[in-house]
């Protein structure tokens, strides 16, 4: 006990905390005039770099991909697939997609009956019709064929899964 009560009364503590205090923030001070010291605005050298002449630069302008126009509806085949296995939902979208002047696949049951949501999908290079479409439809997916293969889709260029 007697080593302790040393220990605390030979050293001071309270001296030694203002100390390492002042020179923790003498090094905030320093670091924040070098901080100020280099995000300062440079002065302009605008008339030094306008005396020296720039060299030519060629320029090679390269044409964007060529895009197709936006395919007439009736030349676009639509494969309707029921996702949320309410009996005749597949049949009735169809109809409704003749009507704006679509050109059905056909309209069947998906694999799977537990779609969260309707989406549209789309091979590549019919991605405007795709989401034509879905505007039309009110659908807000629009996405890439996944998991269908080209037998499965009957020619159709765009697929409507019906989800809940």
């Not at 100390?19 to 605008?46: C, D, M, T, Y």
């Amino acid at each position: 006990m007697q080593h302790a009560e040393q220990l605390s009364t030979s050293f001071p503590w309270r001296t030694a905390t203002l100390v390492v205090g002042a020179v923790a923030a003498a090094e905030l001070v320093a670091l924040i005039g070098i901080g100020a010291v280099h995000l300062a605005p440079k002065p302009s050298h605008a008339s030094a770099v306008a005396a020296k002449p720039k060299p030519a630069v060629h320029v090679h302008k390269v044409a964007p991909p060529p895009s197709h126009p936006l395919r007439p509806r009736s030349s676009v085949r639509v494969l309707v697939l029921n996702g949320n296995g309410v009996q005749g939902a597949a049949s009735s979208e169809a109809t409704r997609l003749q009507v704006f002047g679509y050109h059905i696949g056909g309209a069947q049951n998906a694999q799977r009956h537990d779609y969260a949501q309707s989406m549209v999908m789309y091979v590549p290079g019919w991605v405007k019709e795709a989401r034509r479409l879905a505007h039309e439809s009110g659908v807000r997916l629009v996405a890439p064929i996944d998991g269908l293969k080209p037998a499965q889709l009957r020619g159709s260029k765009i697929v409507v899964i019906l989800g809940t």
